[in-house]
T-cell receptor, first 114, second 115 residues
Framework: DGGITQSPKYLFRKEGQNVTLSCEQNLNHDAMYWYRQDPGQGLRLIYYSQIVNDFQKGDIAEGYSVSREKKESFPLTVTSAQKNPTAFYLC?????????????FGNGTRLTVT | AQTVTQSQPEMSVQEAETVTLSCTYDTSESDYYLFWYKQPPSRQMILVIRQEAYKQQNATENRFSVNFQKAAKSFSLKISDSQLGDAAMYFCAYRANFGNEKLTFGTGTRLTIIP
């Protein structure tokens, strides 16, 4: 079955450490996205990529970095520069050419930084 | 910049009754798409329904329907015959048909179903 896999489901890190969240899709989608979800704030876009080797900043990119070396993979690194990294992170993908096409989401990663 | 507003942080409805969740948005575009997503306790985001701005007919998916008022920039979701499995966070989202293709979400409405 096609889908998006995020791993791990729960991640714990010490303050000051970088951490990378994994996102893999086998839907053959061109576009991939990273969203952050905090209570009462909905989903906010961190980064998105429409094609391999290209990506754009979203609304809250500071303290995050991404890469898109393969079509199926879009890892997100939360750096020590991110001031409040504890959150729920959702990865998504969509067919690039179809704006009406919905985003398909992974199951998310809950990151806790202490 | 486009914004999406959900003014009801929480709603509740009796099982088998009907409930309407509100959503308004702000855009200068004329061609765009609107979506409602459901996020149950599992936190998996699930598409409920979508609407194209150029289609005047309101979208319907089984017990879910929308009331799309383009001039008022309003996109409400009606859930009929509410079931316990409908309990979730519901997010309204906007996506322009040209230019920046990102999906912009509202802050969500938590729906509780009362047995």
């Amino acid at each position: 079955d096609g889908g998006i896999t995020q791993s791990p489901k729960y991640l714990f890190r010490k303050e000051g450490q970088n951490v990378t969240l994994s996102c893999e899709q086998n839907l053959n989608h061109d576009a991939m996205y990273w969203y952050r979800q905090d209570p009462g704030q909905g989903l906010r876009l961190i980064y998105y990529s429409q094609i391999v080797n290209d990506f754009q900043k979203g609304d809250i990119a500071e303290g995050y970095s991404v890469s898109r070396e393969k079509k199926e993979s879009f890892p997100l690194t939360v750096t020590s520069a991110q001031k409040n990294p504890t959150a729920f992170y959702l990865c998504a993908s969509s067919i690039r050419t179809g704006r009406e096409e919905p985003l398909h989401f992974g199951n998310g990663t809950r990151l806790t930084v202490t | 910049a486009q914004t999406v507003t959900q003014s009801q942080p929480e709603m509740s409805v009796q099982e088998a009754e009907t409930v309407t969740l509100s959503c308004t948005y702000d855009t200068s575009e004329s061609d765009y798409y609107l979506f409602w997503y459901k996020q149950p306790p599992s936190r998996q985001m699930i598409l409920v329904i979508r609407q194209e701005a150029y289609k005047q007919q309101n979208a319907t998916e089984n017990r879910f329907s929308v009331n799309f008022q383009k001039a008022a920039k309003s996109f409400s979701l009606k859930i009929s015959d509410s079931q316990l499995g409908d309990a979730a966070m519901y997010f309204c989202a906007y996506r322009a048909n040209f230019g920046n293709e990102k999906l912009t979400f509202g802050t969500g409405t938590r729906l509780t179903i009362i047995p």
